[in-house]
């Protein structure tokens, strides 16, 4: 009866058809799911997405993410979380495509949190390489400095990449590169992030570079703030500071 109600009826019955084989169906009913992922309705259709995501394995990854951008109303968090689930032997597919001009920016950045929760640590030089071209889409640059956040091992010049991003005009941006530099960054980053903490207009970009202050263990930096007098400053990085015995 599922199978029948999947091609009739209101959209509400498709939906609780699509979910009742993906819920009791398995793998054997991939393609059944497969011909939703092409239902008229989004709702349905994502309904579709995550349960052939459960069932299939990376030889179905193509298929899926060709469907994300008709998805784009659709959380990028529960997209990402049901690509997980095709597993890490998809991860290839997903550092290819985040790479491929072709894809609209939703769909790479899409690339890039999949990577991000798989801990694909392979998927950081070419992460660092888009990050080059500073005029990228500001939802795709912060899901490739969280990416780098979660697997970037850093350097000199890969940091010094992060830095321009640490004065975008974007809070949200500055937010992620700041606390990028509090993974892998090193003595040359301490000055950029004591800057964001005394002068960034954002109060939420200033505690994010407290933060990574904090991360790197700059206590002896973050205790001059704290005495500066300076507001903000003073007031952010006092609450970071860890409590004297």
């Not at 199978?3 to 939906?15: C, H, I, N, Q, S």
């Not at 690509?83 to 597919?93: H, K, M, T």
């Amino acid at each position: 009866f599922a199978e029948k109600d999947l091609r009739a009826g209101p959209r509400m019955v498709r939906a609780q058809a699509v979910r009742r084989i993906g819920l009791l169906g398995g793998p054997d009913y991939i393609p059944v799911l497969d011909e939703a992922l092409d239902d008229r309705s989004d709702f349905v259709a994502f309904i579709a997405f995550q349960h052939l995501a459960r069932w299939s394995g990376p030889d179905e990854a193509p298929r899926l993410l060709g469907a994300v951008s008709r998805l784009s109303r659709v959380d990028r968090v529960q997209l990402v979380s049901a690509l997980v689930e095709v597993g890490e032997e998809a991860a290839p597919l997903f550092r290819e495509e985040l790479r491929n001009e072709d894809r609209t920016p939703f769909e790479r950045a899409v690339c890039a949190e999949t990577l991000r929760w798989l801990g694909a640590g392979d998927a950081a030089p070419g992460a660092f390489d888009l990050l080059k071209t500073p005029d990228a889409d500001p939802e795709l640059t912060a899901a490739l400095l969280r990416l780098l956040r979660r697997v970037g091992v850093g350097g000199p010049r890969d940091a010094a990449i992060i830095h321009q991003y640490c004065r975008a005009d974007v809070p949200f941006i500055r937010i992620q590169a700041t606390r990028a530099l509090g993974q892998f960054g090193g003595e040359r980053d301490v000055s950029i992030l004591v800057d964001r903490v005394q002068n960034d207009p954002s109060r939420w970009v200033a505690l994010s570079a407290a933060q990574s202050l904090a991360d790197l263990g700059r206590t002896n930096e973050l205790r001059r703030l704290a005495t500066s007098g300076e507001g903000q400053a003073s007031t952010i990085a006092s609450d970071l500071l860890p409590a004297e015995a």
